[in-house]
């Protein structure tokens, strides 16, 4: 697929982004039915159909540059937003010789890869850059393999550490999370950094999501879609910069929802590296606008529905509570109450 990718995109204050009716028509809208619950909804990653965010294993797509720019302002402000615990080191060159691989087959005319025994040379047509280094050597790269990688490529990186029958979060890029940190999870175990979400541990969704992935496999890699909600097209909602996006919540009315509510759907993809034995996490956020989602008018209904009929602790522990009712209110005039067809 030709992708048009776009140079001035911005996901901070003065914002400039926009979906192309291509990229709408690719967005995973993550609601097959009119309700919504938490649930293992875990899927092999194979390649799904040419031209959806599935087709490859990492999607790059027309807001590359930008989000690849909005990274680097991040990482400037907050050098933090990038932690590896010293034992990590044999899972960050996995991390790099997966998505350098992966991103050459994918995409061939926009990256290239060359490997002769441990000299790699690497060519990024689209950021302009090219290194030829030593894999394994990290003085031979400016700077350590998971930033670098990650300064390419779209969506946060979380490695896991696997011992004691556990999973740690000890190393990760995270700059473009819904209001989580890096930094206060670094060294916890699975159910440790789930332990805000509610009703995930009653109803023993994170005992059986660890149990089924201490057992994933190398080339075997799974997914999920998870989703939440973000007033103007910001990537960056952490906690950390919460002062410049908290007070944007009280700003939606049912007048301007459709230009500044967002749904953003998260494509999390789980890879068991082969060296190290460490899991990459891989969260690749796509947000669109209640205006471009209602431009297919099933996902406008279904959206209305979901969101009315959210039980209020998972809208609150989305933090949508302050907005939701504008936000309904904004989608009901596409909903006329008919039946809508399973699936999206
Ligand atoms: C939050 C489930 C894997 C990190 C959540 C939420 C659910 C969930 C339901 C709440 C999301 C929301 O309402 O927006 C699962 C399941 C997994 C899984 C079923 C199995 C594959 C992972 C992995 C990581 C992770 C591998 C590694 C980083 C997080 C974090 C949060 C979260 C940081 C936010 C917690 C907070 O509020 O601080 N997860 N998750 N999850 N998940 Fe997972």
Redesign the pocket.
Known sequence: MQIEYKHDEVFRDGFHYANSPAAIRRFPFPFHEDQYM?????EPHVAGPVGSVLEHPFDIDEHYIGECRERALVLEADPGRCQALPHMMAAQWDSLELMMTSLAASYPAQFGLRRDGARWHWHNRLLGIEQSFVFGDVQTLPYAPMEYIMRQVQGDW?L?DHRHDN?Y?DA?VVTT?????LD??LGMT?SE?????PR?HEMG??DR?LK??LNLQAGAP?R?L???MTVNPRLDTSPEQYPHWGADRSKVTADNAGELAHLRVEL?T?FRLPRSHA?G?G?RCYLISMNELATVPKWAARMHRVLRSLPDE?AD??GLTRYRGAVIDWLSRFDDGRPLSNGT
Not at 193 to 197: E, I, L, N, Q, T
């Open positions: 938490y649930s293992v909804n875990i979380v896991m999973l979060m990760g999370q819904a209001d989580w940190s206060f999870d699975f950094w789930h332990g805000p979400v995930v969704i994170i999501a089924f992935l799974v999920r998870n989703w939440t999390q789980l899991i996490f969260v998972l522990y989305k």
